[in-house]
């Protein structure tokens, strides 16, 4: 999203470019949820993910959903919160979160061609200074049988609970996952954290 301007929208559509962008105009009646909580249209800001809902019989916006990619929650980065499906199933060349407490990602979907077998994103450090209380990870409710990783959690610890969110800190991953040697040929340097990337796997199949 660009900006708002005089009640529209300035929308660029996914995968697109800024040259791409369009109006979208409101209902006096909007209803807006900003990740996940109530906001107005006011509160939407560039670059922020949103998506139209519902639109009026004028075809104005009615229910809206938008969001940052990345949050601060106390200690805590939140990752995708509210977040729909197509921004990580829709095939795309890669793009970039925004920046919370020193950490950005860029999201690049796995798998080449039209039927890559290798179904799933990755989401690699763009920017990186481990937050204290770790991630919290919010996976689109629709995708049921996703998995976050695909090794160093503890068991179970990477599937999404009941609202969708996998927590990732060094309480639920094993040294594999977080724990590095910065050198390996001399240990006594230290470790450095492996909390540097993501893979969101067993996707479905991208449009």
Request: contains cysteine; aromatic residues 10%; glycine residues 12%.
């Amino acid at each position: 999203m660009a900006a708002v301007h005089g009640g529209a929208i300035q929308l660029i559509p996914w995968g697109k470019k800024k040259e791409d962008t369009k109006p979208v105009f409101t209902a006096a009646d909007v209803s807006v949820l900003i990740n996940l909580d109530p906001g107005k249209v006011s509160d939407l800001a560039e670059g922020m993910w949103l998506k139209v809902l519902e639109r009026d019989g004028n075809g104005k916006a009615k229910r809206i959903i938008a969001g940052q990619y990345l949050q601060q929650d106390g200690d805590k980065v939140v990752i995708f919160k509210g977040l729909p499906e197509e921004f990580l199933v829709y095939r795309s060349e890669g793009w970039y979160t925004n920046t919370v407490a020193g950490v950005q990602f860029k999201v690049q979907p796995m798998g080449a061609g039209k039927t890559p077998s290798n179904l799933g994103t990755n989401l690699r450090a763009a920017k990186y200074q481990e937050p204290a209380g770790g991630f919290v990870v919010y996976f689109p409710r629709t995708l049921d049988s996703a998995v976050l990783g695909w090794g160093g959690f503890k068991p179970k610890a990477n599937i999404p609970d009941a609202d969708g969110k996998v927590l990732v800190n060094k309480e639920t991953c094993t040294d594999y996952y977080w724990k590095h040697l910065k050198n390996p040929a001399r240990p006594e340097a230290g470790y450095a954290s492996g909390l540097t990337e993501f893979t969101i796997r067993k996707m479905p199949p991208r449009p």
